[in-house]
């Protein structure tokens, strides 16, 4: 066995650990019309239904989205065991797993690295900000849909035969009828495109021609993804967003991306019942505050995107600002901020840690002992955050719990 795959095994057996303890955790919040209550998902004769009615989704009119893939599983799930969780949860870490080894292998082609990309993997995978995602069974649509972003890059990435037949389409489309932010995977593969196989800058990608080059081998993937979000709308006309002012609902939203930042770096104050409201006025410095942090990410992804070694950054920083934009800009949903809205972004953040800590590694610590000790710490950060994770388990064990 390769370094690399067993690498693979001991992060997977290390992240299950970490999840031990969620198996048993009881359903939350909107697991109660979309599971609970939901008597769709008690017969898999239904599973066509859900692909043509939206109120099967759940039984409350304003909840009903058209999340076909989601509600299939869930049916899976509940033939399974009925409204026993443990079915539900461990399906959810499955799909969960095979995100994180898709992660890693995309890793290892953008960074050349077994153990960078082994530990972006394993950072995404034992991030504490994870668990509001995999302990909340209809965030589900969470996990499938950004699996379906990162599968669509990587069967790019990985197979000339999947570029030649569309395959890497198929996994895109599945993760828009999961839920409607995995249309992102359109503009992260032009970006892959663009940014990595093409090795521009983003300056360079901007010209004409070159956007064109980087653009016309991701126009599938944007007419599927876009056809797919279409038949979104379509089906589900009645669906309710929840929120309130539009403009104050975007001016709040870049205060919420430099939160989602911070609970990346720092992840001590994740909620999963989080009670913030938009910001009552643009002259607010929080707002001030976000603004400025995105002209900084920005700058960052401009000058990172000049040279190969820093490029995967760039690449990371652009794939957590695209992740977020379908629920941090013009649509106010009905709440400002959700830990589990982080899920998608999180891939992106941990990859430019990779990158930076690879860089670290070889061109910082020049000495044996300086690489072992920034080894050594990155071991410990992973063993933090996946402590972190089974302590934030326990917080979703029951309704009484939160």
């Known amino acids: 066995m390769s370094r690399f795959r067993a690498g693979g095994v001991a992060a997977a057996v290390v992240i299950t650990l970490a999840y031990a303890n969620h198996f048993r955790n009881s359903f939350h919040f909107d697991d109660s019309h979309t599971v609970e209550s939901n008597l769709f998902i008690r017969d898999l004769r239904n599973v066509p239904r859900f692909f043509t009615d939206v109120r099967t989704?759940?039984?409350?009119?304003?909840?009903?989205?058209?999340?076909?893939?989601?509600?299939?599983?869930l049916a899976v799930d509940y033939a399974l065991g009925g409204l026993d969780p443990l079915p539900f949860h461990v399906d959810s870490f499955a799909w969960f797993l095979v995100e994180c080894l898709l992660l890693a292998l995309l890793f290892r082609r953008i960074l050349n690295s077994d153990w960078g990309a082994l530990f972006?993997?394993?950072?995404?995978?034992?991030?504490?900000?994870n668990a509001e995602t995999i302990n909340y069974v209809i965030a589900r649509s969470d996990v499938l849909s950004a699996l379906g972003a990162v599968a669509c890059v990587w069967l790019w990435a990985a197979s000339a035969r999947a570029r030649r037949y569309h395959l890497y389409l198929v996994p895109a489309v599945l993760g828009v009828l999961a839920k409607s932010q995995g249309a992102m995977a359109a503009p992260l593969l032009f970006l892959y495109i663009g940014l990595i196989e093409q090795r521009?800058?983003?300056?360079e990608l901007l010209a004409p021609r070159a956007l064109w080059q980087a653009l016309r081998p991701a126009l599938p993937a944007f007419f599927a993804c876009?056809?797919?979000?279409?038949?979104e709308l379509r089906m589900a006309p009645a669906w309710v967003a929840g929120g309130g002012s539009r403009l104050h609902y975007l001016f709040t939203q870049p205060w919420v991306v430099l939160h989602y930042l911070g609970m990346f770096v720092l992840p001590v104050g994740l909620s999963a019942d989080s009670d913030w409201t938009p910001l009552a006025s643009a002259t607010d410095p929080r707002v001030f505050a976000g603004l400025l942090f995105l002209a900084l990410a920005l700058w960052i992804i401009v000058r990172a995107s000049r040279s190969d070694a820093t490029r995967p950054i760039a690449y990371g920083m652009l794939w957590f600002l695209l992740a977020l934009l379908p629920t941090s800009s013009v649509i106010p949903l009905a709440e400002v901020m959700n830990d589990h809205r982080m899920h998608f972004a999180l891939p992106g953040l941990s990859l430019a840690a990779a990158c930076a800590l690879q860089l670290a590694v070889e061109r910082v610590a020049v000495s044996t002992a300086v690489?072992?000790?920034?080894?050594?710490?990155?071991?410990?950060?992973?063993?933090?955050?996946?402590?972190?994770?089974?302590?934030?388990n326990q917080v979703w064990r029951s309704v009484f719990s939160n």
């Open 57 to 73: 989704f759940s039984s409350l009119p304003p909840n009903q989205s058209y999340r076909p893939v989601v509600t299939t599983t």
């Open 120 to 129: 972006g993997a394993a950072l995404f995978g034992l991030h504490p900000a």
């Open 200 to 203: 521009r800058s983003v300056r």
């Open 226 to 231: 876009g056809a797919a979000f279409l038949l």
């Open 371 to 392: 690489r072992a000790g920034a080894m050594a710490s990155a071991a410990l950060l992973l063993m933090a955050y996946g402590f972190g994770t089974h302590r934030r």
